[in-house]
């Protein structure tokens, strides 16, 4: 191959091809819809827009799907594309995308469904990620580097918005709509930390 093919291959400025990781592309649309969500939701509190819950609820069942069906991803962790992963993507999907066409049939169930899964996620990752910290409490252990620790602190922090998330969907009427504003839009923010934290470890 040729120093011309490569330098066509890699085109020039924005028309070169972007390094960037799918698990980690994948991650930025989330962050854009929840940051838009979650400001279009305090004109929608305040009465001056209108909204359609259904195409919320049913883009945030797509995206999720996607990245079940891509990457294996899960509200509870990352796990092996198989076939009943699989499955359980294409269901996902079909429901969130009949929900966006059709509305008012599906609401109900896949609110509960984003709802318990969003907290059981936030739960499992929590107690994984500090249950083994609390059986070696005793033991010496090396420091973290600050990058290391930015991302524990980033991850535990999206966990506990996902619990607060998952649990306003649960109770609607026991959160204030600014507040489920406020908790997307910083849900949807802490993402964009999340993926320029990543591109530094990468």
């Not at 400001?39 to 009465?47: F, K, M, R, T, W």
């Not at 169930?109 to 609390?134: E, H, S, T």
């Amino acid at each position: 191959m040729t120093p011309d093919d490569l330098h066509a291959k890699d085109g020039f400025g924005f028309f070169g091809e972007a390094s960037l990781p799918l698990s980690i592309a994948l991650v930025i649309p989330v962050g854009v819809l929840l940051v838009l969500l979650g400001l279009l939701l305090i004109p929608v509190n305040l009465g001056l827009i209108p909204f359609s819950p259904d195409g919320q609820l049913g883009l945030l069942l797509v995206i999720m799907a996607i990245q079940m069906l891509a990457l294996g991803e899960t509200p509870m962790g990352q796990y092996k594309r198989s076939w009943l992963l699989i499955v359980i993507g294409i269901v996902f999907a079909a429901m969130g995308i009949f929900s966006c066409i059709v509305p008012g049939i599906l609401t109900g169930v896949i609110q509960l469904l984003l709802a318990i899964l969003n907290i059981a996620g936030g739960v499992i990752l929590l107690a994984k990620r500090f249950l083994p910290m609390l059986h070696s409490a005793g033991d010496p252990a090396a420091p973290l580097p600050p990058i290391l620790k930015r991302l524990l602190v980033t991850l535990t922090v999206l966990n506990v918005v996902a619990i607060a998330f998952g649990i306003s969907m649960l109770l609607p009427g026991l959160v204030p709509g600014m507040v489920i504003a406020g908790i997307v839009v910083i849900n949807g923010l802490l993402l964009f930390v999340l993926v320029s934290i990543l591109l530094k470890l990468g």
